[in-house]
């Protein structure tokens, strides 16, 4: 497959191999300067903040490990050796560059999503919903994208591409939670909870306790009462025991009607360029790290 880039992920990728500090410290000034509240000018060298920490530990060697956990089919046989099958989204069908696309190994209603990017995901509620869709052209698109190009995610970059279609979770409330547990040297510090994704996004942090610690990132603060999952306890268990290798890594999990199901496993949040409801917040997130260096 010949991949033909776009000028602007040429762009990136020289700015990435040659400046990628300079780069990932321009992405973030100008991302904050547009979406948040405030704008600072991050420091690589001394890292404070939780988004610092991310960005100066982006291209170091290590991260290349870490191409199998972030990969969303090859991450499942991680989360079954570590905690078990039953946390995991059935399977239907994995497709790569060049496979025949066999439509009668995938049951209805399904979620269809790259293994390699973050979102691009499509939901398909019928056989004939599917049939109507052109995946040719959108298999065509997803496999020549690469998430480093754009990022500086290393962990991205051998990552192999490929197109995973998974059991379409749902339950009683009509829309989906997921959890997202910030885990820090295998201890849970902060719970990010997402509201009304499709029509007024908005989230909040909550502590382990479920206390209400009144930031967001990226996307407004939610005010309203946030319900404490019944199982939180369980979640947060599992959270901590996926996470116990690595000094960051964000688990996402899903609650559906008290069943619990691993989404994914994140080690840059928003590619460190997500602004928080202030500095402070920013500041208190990246307090978890112990080295102020990488």
Known sequence: MTIKLTMKEILYKILIRIFPSFFFQFQHFRIHKTYGSHSYWANLRKPLTFNEHILSRKMLP?????????DKYLVKEYVRDTIGESYV????????????????????PCIMKPT??????????SREEFNSFNFRAYADKMLKKNLFRGTGELQYKDVCPGILFEKLLTDDTGELKDYK????????????????????HARTFMSPEWENLRFSSLYKLYE???K???????????AEELSKPHDF?????????GSIYFGELTFDHGSGYEPFTTKRDD???GSHFVNHKH
């Open 89 to 108: 989204i059935p399977t239907y069908l994995y497709y790569a560059d060049g496979d025949q696309i066999e439509v009668d190994q995938i049951s209805f």
């Open 116 to 125: 390699h990017l973050s979102g691009y995901t499509k939901v398909f509620r």
């Open 181 to 200: 547990f910030f885990c820090f040297y295998g201890k849970v510090k902060a719970i990010q909870v997402d509201f009304n994704r499709y029509t007024n």
């Open 62 to 70: 290590f991260k290349k490990d870490l191409n199998g956990l972030v």
């Open 228 to 238: 404490k999952p019944e199982n939180l306890d369980v979640m947060i268990s599992i």
């Open 249 to 257: 890594v964000r688990v996402d999990l899903y609650n559906v009607n």
């Open 283 to 285: 500041i208190w997130l």
């Open 224 to 226: 309203g009462e946030v």
